[in-house]
């Protein structure tokens, strides 16, 4: 299915901390939509103490909000999150600041629209002064990974030039402990 332009009533903008409840609810639908719908460990309060209480914050996204009328509640309007990218930051030493988009996300009934599109060119835009690479991580085979290779990221694993990994920083000390 083609992509069309997003509709009026979607707006892309930086997440706040009310934000959390609906971007767990986000997350829990991703995990879904990759087949791993117990993968998700957090939970809002984590989202809100991470995001909003920790400085500095440990996580940042963009969300995309709609505003539509609720034929339920009398067409009285509803605001509801449709997509978002959340990210992360950190630094290399041979290039400096980093940052690790994490997912971006849109539901499925939007997904027809150019949001996804949207949110990563916000989330490559806040970033374009300051920070020097964007990494993120795509599970083989899912549909993200072109999206990403067709806006011009390569993976650097087939390169040959990095391994990615990952490991339980509980195991790994309780391994190192027990040696």
């Known amino acids: 299915m083609a992509s069309t332009a997003v509709p009026e009533n979607v707006i892309i903008r930086p997440a706040i901390r009310s934000d959390c409840a609906e971007i767990y609810r ?31 914050p440990l996580w940042k996204a963009f969300v995309a909000e709609v505003k539509e009328k609720d034929t339920h509640k009398n067409g009285a309007t509803v605001t509801k999150l449709v997509g978002m990218a959340l990210y992360s930051f ?14 971006v996300f849109v539901t499925d009934q939007y997904r027809q629209y150019d949001i ?44 040959g030039r990095l391994a990615c990994l990952s490991a339980s920083i509980r195991d790994t000390w309780l391994r190192y402990c027990s040696k």
């Open 90 to 103: 950190s630094y290399s030493s041979w290039k400096g600041l980093r940052t690790c988009l994490d997912h």
């Open 26 to 56: 986000l997350i829990q639908e991703l995990a879904v939509f990759e087949k791993m719908p117990n993968a998700v460990k957090i939970t809002q309060e984590t989202l809100e103490k991470d995001g909003f209480e920790s400085q500095p």
């Open 116 to 159: 996804e599109k949207n949110l990563y060119e916000t989330y490559i835009k806040a970033g374009v002064d300051m920070i020097v690479q964007a990494d993120w991580f795509v599970c083989p085979g899912m549909p993200a990974r072109h999206f990403y290779e067709k806006l011009g990221a390569i993976n650097i694993h087939e390169q």
